[in-house]
């Protein structure tokens, strides 16, 4: 099977791993991956990226000429991916760039005049409805239409597309799974004396972006009602909230139960997770953002729980978007935005080390199963095999 896989994503090598598992399942799997030459990824990492081919067995990354730097929506590639095309011959096309995107529209139109009679399918993470004009709503029905199959990041997602009138196959697993080898069960006493942890400390952990709609105030109230017992606060990551958050523990009187962590390398995150007693991912819909198309935020993944899960760390979440079917019952889910619950949830673990235990190796399993690289790369497979026979 000749499998072509185009996004951005895999500008970062880190996130080729599932595709490489991908390439490694059978013997007669080709996966080639195409990229932008150039590709400016924002946020943190706010520079542009120039990536380089890369050939490893049966797996190869190839960059293509790009138009659009940074707006996968108008990502679209040069005319030498045309030769590519013609040599390789996928069988599977798969653009990871959603339903809208022009770089799908370009290779459904290239499969077709090209006469490769491969299988379309394209991956979106968008999970609330929406609504387009002309000359977008257009683009999306193209695309739609000659679409053999979808995989969605979330239930939601898979929801959206069939009130969009999409009535195809669709698998619902998230783009990027968890390495195994970086995120287990490490113990990290070192780490924990430098971070001023007693071996007492009830450490609550949070990875993530320091904005609203994460719940991090919630979280907060809910361990401000945990006062007089021994617990610590530790949050990875950086955002807009943080200077309010530092009022409001002080506010609280929690200051000194918090411990800040700004930049960690992604390769040091594994460590700081195995210093965690739980981790807490509290997202709350939040109805205030606003595109040209659509309203709104929920949350798609949340991909720190399965990292968490991995690392045999027991997760609690809340109900938002797909939080609560990636936990299932694996860990415990409160309904968003309710700080009695999260408190409650909160006491539990503390109280009851037995079913902290319990849960963190449920979650262990739940992610070897379900979440692996490996795992994942099978549930795709099994998917394209569906498609080539109908």
Same mark, same amino acid.
């Not at 929406?130 to 239409?145: C, D, G, H, R, T």
């Not at 079913?355 to 692996?372: S, V």
């Given at each position: 099977m000749r499998i072509l896989v185009v996004s951005h994503s895999y500008v970062v090598d880190l996130n080729c791993e599932k595709l490489r598992a991908l390439a490694s399942l059978e013997p007669n799997l080709e996966v080639t991956v195409v990229v932008p030459c150039r590709w400016r990824p924002g946020g943190v990492q706010n520079k542009i990226i120039a990536t380089q081919p890369r050939q490893e067995g049966c797996f190869r990354i190839v960059p293509i000429s790009n138009f659009s730097e940074n707006n996968q929506s108008l990502l679209t590639f040069g005319a030498d991916i045309i030769p590519l095309l013609r040599q390789f011959r996928p069988q599977i096309i798969q653009v990871e760039q959603g339903a809208k995107a022009l770089g799908y529209a370009q290779l459904i139109s290239l499969n077709k005049l090209l006469g490769m009679q491969a299988k379309n399918l394209f991956?979106?993470?968008?999970?609330?409805?929406?609504?387009?004009?002309?000359?977008?709503?257009?683009?999306?029905?193209?695309?739609?239409?000659?679409?053999?199959?979808?995989?969605?990041?979330?239930?939601?997602?898979?929801?959206?597309?069939?009130q969009r009138g999409y009535q195809g196959a669709i698998k619902v697993m998230p783009q990027l799974g968890v390495d195994e080898n970086r995120f287990c069960s490490q113990p990290q006493l070192e780490l924990k004396s430098q971070l001023g942890i007693q071996s007492d400390d009830f450490v609550i952990g949070f990875v993530g972006r320091f904005v609203a709609e994460k719940g991090l105030l919630t979280l907060g109230k809910a361990l401000v009602g945990l006062q007089g017992r021994s617990w610590k606060w530790l949050l990875l990551g950086r955002g807009p909230l943080q200077l309010d958050l530092m009022n409001k523990a002080t506010e609280w009187g929690i200051k000194n139960q918090l411990i800040w962590v700004e930049s960690v390398p992604h390769e040091e995150v594994p460590r700081y997770i195995n210093v965690m007693d739980t981790l807490v991912l509290p997202s709350e819909t939040n =109805?205030?953002?606003?595109?040209?198309?659509?309203?709104?935020?929920?949350?798609?993944?949340?991909?720190?729980?399965?990292?968490?899960?991995?690392?045999?760390?027991?997760?609690?979440?809340?109900? =938002?978007?797909?939080?609560?079917?990636?936990?299932?019952?694996?860990?415990?889910?409160?309904?968003?935005?309710?700080?009695?619950?999260?408190?409650?949830?909160?006491?539990?673990?503390?109280?009851?080390?037995?079913?902290?235990?319990?849960?963190?190796?449920?979650?262990?399993?739940?992610?070897?199963?379900?979440?692996?690289?490996?795992?994942?790369?099978?549930?795709?497979?099994?998917?394209?095999?569906?498609?080539?026979?109908?």
């Open positions: 991956f979106t993470w968008w999970n609330l409805p929406y609504q387009l004009k002309f000359p977008v709503s257009w683009l999306e029905a193209y695309n739609l239409q000659n679409t053999h199959g979808v995989i969605a990041g979330n239930q939601d997602a898979a929801e959206v597309l069939r =109805s205030q953002f606003k595109t040209l198309t659509a309203a709104g935020w929920k949350e798609q993944f949340g991909h720190v729980l399965i990292e968490a899960m991995a690392s045999k760390v027991p997760v609690i979440g809340s109900n =938002s978007g797909e939080i609560p079917h990636v936990i299932a019952d694996a860990g415990l889910v409160f309904p968003e935005g309710n700080v009695a619950a999260l408190q409650k949830c909160l006491q539990q673990l503390m109280e009851q080390p037995e079913l902290a235990h319990h849960l963190a190796q449920l979650g262990y399993e739940r992610a070897m199963i379900w979440y692996t690289n490996k795992a994942l790369a099978k549930q795709q497979l099994d998917f394209y095999k569906k498609l080539l026979v109908t």
